[in-house]
């Protein structure tokens, strides 16, 4: 019994420790291809060293950091190539949860989905992008959460924060949001109209296709000359 408590206690220090990390490096405060001083976010947190190793394991297998041995531990660049293979790896999964969710998709959720498009919309014309990042995130989860496969919505959750938080990006592009506001609206109402093989290939052939938001993407994301060697 005791022992189940202490793992419960450990592994709400790791996400806790976890979030932390996270938070530093969207921030920027933790920059990308530079170490991360372990011993002192364990003396600012006033935690040993388990639970700081446990977030960063988490952290590398999420591709966040590199853990070298004897050497460090460094925050990953977000490079092109690595955009290119999360937008098919979220086009692949997010489009199948579709299939599977479609048939527990209700009107209740259709109207969830245009009062968020709508709070999109307002998000844009204030330049509030961490809510439009916010509401577009609950656009998509109101029919992935209903495909009943949490590891599927893990990996793309983890996906779409690589794509997000890690690291973040200075500026934000308003007509690439508004064009991504038609491709909702359009995924929306091949939901409604029942067309769900469609809407499916709409996502992963266009919403999620690196090809077709190619030019907005290099906009987005600078390149960074050094990613490949940060990793080596």
């Excluded at 170490?35 to 977030?55: E, F």
Aim: aromatic share 10%.
């Amino acid at each position: 019994m005791s022992g189940g408590k202490l793992s419960l206690d450990t592994r709400s220090l790791m996400e806790r420790v976890y979030e932390y990390l996270r938070q530093r490096i969207h921030r920027g405060e933790l920059a990308a291809g530079k170490p991360i001083d372990l011993n002192a976010i364990s003396r600012r947190l006033g935690i040993s060293k388990t639970p700081l190793r446990d977030a960063l394991i988490r952290m590398e297998t999420e591709g966040f950091v590199t853990i070298r041995p004897r050497r460090g531990v460094y925050v990953n660049p977000v490079t092109l190539e690595d955009v290119r293979q999360y937008y098919e790896i979220i086009g692949a999964l997010e489009s199948m949860a579709l299939v599977s969710a479609f048939p527990r998709i209700k009107t209740r959720h259709f109207k969830t989905m245009q009062d968020l498009i709508l709070g999109m919309d307002h998000a844009i014309n204030d330049s509030a992008f961490d809510l439009f990042y916010r509401r577009n995130l609950a656009f998509h989860n109101t029919y992935l959460s209903l495909c009943r496969n949490p590891r599927l919505i893990h990996i793309v959750d983890t996906q779409k924060r690589r794509l997000y938080d890690f690291p973040p990006q200075p500026h934000w592009i308003p007509e690439w949001e508004r064009a991504s506001m038609i491709e909702h609206r359009h995924i929306l109402e091949l939901l409604e109209a029942g067309k769900i093989a469609e809407c499916s290939n709409y996502i992963r052939g266009v919403h999620w296709s690196f090809r077709v938001q190619e030019a907005f993407i290099r906009r987005y994301y600078p390149p960074h000359e050094t990613a490949r060697e940060n990793r080596k």
